[in-house]
Structures are given as structure tokens and as C-alpha cells.
């Protein structure tokens, strides 16, 4: 049988990179005063933000958010489906790119103002292709009138010697407005008996395409041949001799599979508020899983009873890996791209904002007091609060 696949093995180790943000959140803090210096002391950090997906800044009568995200390496298989089929997908990646900064900074209840990009590539040459910047631009545009908010600008450096020539680092930041301060979401909120509530993604997002990038990789070489003949329940769930052109259960190429642009998530939050929901907190689900669900500091028990649709391609990427249980739900999305924590009453109200944004939304489970940790029933599961070192 095939070695399971792990996150850490294919170069992408959160044990290794983790205690790094927490020395720099560290560091940050000592930085905090010098705002205050600004229009009388008028504007002070908020110090319970330090490790949130958002950073916030509080004045009078609002708070400043500030949010700094990436792609990743999602790029990577656009750029191998453009080769093999000739569309750039890059108005997809332009979207994901977006997603993964304001899907950030409404975990806050932060709406996003503006957004800027930031574009790095290896060489000028670059941008002679003119469809794929195109769809780029088009894409930013689009995703950013998904996310309500203004493109505020960007940055195009050449960074010979540091980027790859053929390659580009995406990524972006954005500026938000808690306004009122009541529609503030803080993790001081969470209670005992809260509904979790899951809102499906489109697919993978834009976390774990490490590991599905080197599923693909796989070709049906010499040893590989051997391995059908002789080991064919071990090749089958090995072997990719198709790579990104292998065909899913939906009839879907893994490629365009993964390509599948992320959930923007902040008309929903939006309206919730808008609504009168009141949102306890809220987890974006992006690196490290489903362990994100108990991203708070305090300590309570996140209990899972109900899991979203399986979508085709995690089962791909659970089977071909193989990937098991343990290493797919802390480290890929499953189907839940986003969550919300409310009381019970207010359970219903998100799941009818949902539909009308056309997402899939699951009352999946509750909150209960005791020690920190994520429980996911159907699949025996169990995440210490160990397991997550981001704060």
C-alpha cells in the first residue's frame, strides 16, 4: 500500500513556520504606541486582534481593519493549464487571491474598503502576454465588486534572482471599516451552546496546492509500468498518467477542478449583520484546516455533527495522496470554506442569507466549555488545541 501523503512531507510544515508568526506578533505588540501619537492619542491599537485574521486600529467612532495576503502556489497550475489548453485561468486565480484577503478581514466584521495588488514576477517579459493579463485585471475587477469594495491600486516589481522567471507571487492587502463598533465580532462573544454554522467552498480555495500539485506530478514512468503489472491496486492509487488532464467522477479535469475560483464571503457577512444577526466570531477555513475552528483564545470544545457534501475533488485528492482523514481535515477546507458562530436563534437567519447568495450553508454542530479542541463525529476525529500554534 502507498505511503500516506502528509503536508509537512511535500515542504509545507506549519510547526516550522507557526512559531515564526508568533514571535512577530510578539514584536508587533511593541510597536502599539506609536499610533498614539496621531490626532491627540485618538487612535489606539486593538490589542485582542494580534493573531486574528485582521489587524484592527479603533478610533471614535469605528475600527480600522488592515488584512496582508497571498495566492500561495495556486498560480502554478494555471500557468500548467494554460500550456495544455490554452485558457489562462488567471481571471480565476485574480479571484482567489481577492477572496483570501477579505475573507479575512470580515472575520472581524470588517468590510472591506479598498484592495491593492501586489504582482512580483522574474522578468518584464511577463506581461507581454496580453490575454493572460487581461483576464488578471478582469478577474480583480470582478472579484473585487464581489467584495463590495474599491481596486485601490497595486505594485509591479521585477524581482530577478528571487522569482523564477516563468513564475509570479500574488498577492494583495486591503483596508476595512468596523461601523458602527457594535458590529465589532470578537471571540469575547463565543457561549456555551452556540451553533457552528459551515458555508460550503467551491473547492480546494486556495490552500493545500502543495500537495495537489505534487499528486499531479506523478507520471506513469518505467517503474510505474512495473508497479501496474505487478501492484496494480498500489498504482491506482499512485499513478496520475494524465496529471492535471485526469478526469474526476463529475467528468471534471483535476486541473480545472483545482482552478475552481474561492467563495468571496463578505455579502454574506454583510447582510447577516445587516440583518441583525449577531455574529459571535467567525473562522475563515484556509491553511491548517478545520483545526481553524478554534482559532479563539478561550477555551471551548468545537463539536462537529454534520459534515458538508463531499466534493469530487477531495476525494481525488484523499484516494491519489493517499491522503487520510487526519491530515485532509487539518489541513484542506472539506467542503466548508467559511463559519459562523451564533446562538441558536440566530442560526436560521444565516442559513436563509446563505440561500440568498446561492451558497450551501449547515447548522453542523455546537460549542460547549472544556478543553480546546475540535471534535468531527462522523469521522472520529479529534484536534487538540495543541495542534494549532498561529497565536
Known sequence: MAEKMTYAGVGVNYDAMDPFK????????????????????????????????????????????HVEEGLGTKNLVADAMYRLTGKSYYDHI????????VNDMITLGALPLSVAMHLAVGDSNWF??????????????????????????????????????EAIVLSGSAMGLVKPKERLITAENIQHGDAIVLIE?????????????KIAERKDGF??????????????LCALPKGYLTTLDDERTYGETLLDPTHIYVGLVEDCLNRGVSIHYAVNIT??????????????????????????????????????????????????????????ADADAVLEVAVLHKLG???????????????????SLEYSGATLGVR
Open 287 to 344: 491553511g491548517h484546516g478545520w483545526r481553524k475552528l478554534m482559532r479563539a483564545t478561550q477555551s471551548f470544545a468545537y463539536i462537529v455533527e454534520r459534515l458538508p457534501k463531499q466534493l469530487p475533488v477531495f476525494s481525488f485528492l484523499q484516494k491519489h495522496g493517499p491522503v487520510d482523514d487526519m491530515e485532509a481535515y487539518g489541513n484542506f477546507n472539506m467542503g466548508a470554506g467559511f463559519a459562523l458562530y451564533v446562538s441558536e
Open 94 to 101: 485574480a479571484q482567489d487571491t481577492v477572496a483570501m484577503i
Open 361 to 379: 450553508a449547515l447548522r453542523a454542530g455546537y460549542i460547549e466549555r472544556g478543553e480546546k479542541k475540535v471534535v468531527i463525529k462522523p469521522k
Open 128 to 165: 507581454d502576454d496580453e490575454k493572460r493579463c487581461r483576464d488578471l485585471v478582469e478577474g480583480w475587477k470582478n472579484a473585487c465588486n464581489l467584495a463590495r469594495c474599491v481596486w485601490g491600486g497595486g505594485e509591479t516589481p521585477t524581482l530577478k534572482g528571487v522569482v523564477v522567471p
Open 201 to 213: 467552498s467551491s473547492g480546494i480555495h486556495a490552500n493545500g496546492l502543495t500537495m495537489a500539485r
Open 22 to 65: 508568533r514571535i512577530a506578533q510578539l514584536a508587533g505588540r511593541e510597536t502599539a504606541n506609536n499610533i498614539r501619537r496621531l490626532n491627540n492619542g485618538e487612535f489606539q491599537e486593538v490589542e485582542m486582534s494580534r493573531g486574528e485574521s485582521a489587524y484592527l486600529i479603533e478610533a471614535a467612532k469605528s475600527y480600522f481593519a
Open 223 to 236: 517503474w510505474r509500468k512495473l508497479a501496474h503489472l505487478f501492484l496494480p491496486e498500489h498504482f491506482s
